[in-house]
Structures are given as C-alpha cells and as structure tokens.
C-alpha cells in the first residue's frame, strides 16, 4: 500500500484518512491508512448533492434493534445513511475510544454529514463534514484528542469501525472510518513508532450498507471521493 498524506484538495481530504482523521484534512490514514481527522479543505471538484436530504425513518429497523439486542457488547450504536443502515457493537477494550465516540453520537454530532473519503478495497471514512464538504467544528464541549487504543487485541479486520487520525498518535478527534476489507496487514499496530489505528467495534448489521458506500461511483479516477455525496443522516445510541 502506497503511503498517502492529506491536503487541502478533494483527493486530499479523503486521504486523511489515511487514517487521519481527515477531520478537516488533518486525521491521516497515514501509510496507507486510516483516517486523517485534520484536513480543512474542499475538493477540487465538487460531488453533487445528495438529493434525498430528508431521512426516510428516525429510528433503527426492527432487524437493527434485533441484532443490537443479540449482541453480547455492552454499547452499541444504530446509524442511517443514504446507503441504507449500519448497526455496530462496540468494543469493551477500548474504553477511551468508544467513550469519545459515543460522546459525539450522542450530541448528535455525526447527524447530517457525509462520508468525505471513500477509497474503493480500503476504506470509508466519515465523521468530519457536512454537505459541501463544509469542515465540521467540534467546539469546546466536544474538542479534544484521545489517547490511541492499539495493540490490546482488536484488529483492522472487514468490517470493523476505527478511528481517524493525524500523524501524532494520539490525535484522533470526531473522525471514523470502515475498513470495507482486511487492512490488518497495513493499519494495525507494529510498533511504538507505527503504532497503527485504533479499532473499536465491528458492523453486526448493515455489512452490505458498508459494501454499497464503498462502491459508490468515484468524482474521479483516484479521488477517493464519491461522485453523489453519501450521507449519514444520524447515529444513535441503541444500548
């Protein structure tokens, strides 16, 4: 996997990711990773409009409720996007993680924004911005870097939801990303000096949501951005 960094333009912004965060451009995926959550740029093309803006429903399926109930994890989270549903089960071993997590989910941070970076094979990343690629502001309440949860045992494996991040390891904010394949290889933890990107929960229902955003038409060749903007309409918490 080829190593990426994150800028200011569209193919940039995705590449945050990189497991930055791109969280306004600045979470990188870095090496080829995850998210970068600091990039503060718009593309250089522009994605068209989503054009169902209203949410068709404001709670989770039954099948949604049915798998959150079945999970043994003490918190899960159901979320809608324009591509359909995703449910998830988070991960009691990273405390620190799930808990910034759920502190935006349930200040309605993520409602009405879209998945700024999607990379085909690798990831989809979100968390960041809303429509227009407009750079989304945690504030003071929500503002603040965590401390990166790797190495206790969880893995980039299909699937799973982790955080974006800049290069410094413990600089990971809003932004999330899904690993739509097996990036153990390229984004787990190595070392202290590549500690990789912290997973903390995998997708019980909705796999073929993650699928569907993944394979989304690109702007471009090499974007890393949808040609229609995937929207997630809202995340809550189930449990």
Partial sequence: MKTTSFSSSIAAAPRWLALTAALGGALMLAAC???????????????KPNPVT??????????????????????????????GEIVIELDARTPITTDNFLKYVNAKYYDNTIFHRVVPNFVVQ????????????????????IKLET??????????????????????????YFNSVDNSASLD??????????????VISGQATVDKIN?????????????????????IQLK
């Fill in 215 to 235: 394979a989304e038409p690109q702007l471009y060749s090499g974007s890393e951005v949808t040609a229609t903007e995937v929207l997630l309409y809202w995340a």
């Fill in 126 to 145: 979100g968390g960041g911005f809303s429509t227009g690629y407009v750079a989304k502001n945690p504030g003071a309440n929500l503002g603040g870097t």
């Fill in 151 to 176: 190495n206790v045992g969880l893995s980039n494996t299909k699937y799973t939801i982790a955080m974006a991040r800049g290069t410094a390891a413990d600089s990971a904010t809003s932004q999330f």
């Fill in 189 to 202: 933890y190595k070392s202290a000096s590549q500690p990789g990107y912290a997973v903390f929960g995998r």
């Fill in 33 to 47: 990773g995850g998210g970068d959550d600091n990039d503060s740029g718009s593309p250089a093309q522009s994605p």
């Fill in 54 to 83: 209203t949410p068709p429903t404001l709670t989770c399926s039954a099948a949604g409720i049915a798998a959150s109930n079945a999970s043994t994890a003490a918190r899960t989270v159901c979320m809608l996007t324009s591509d």
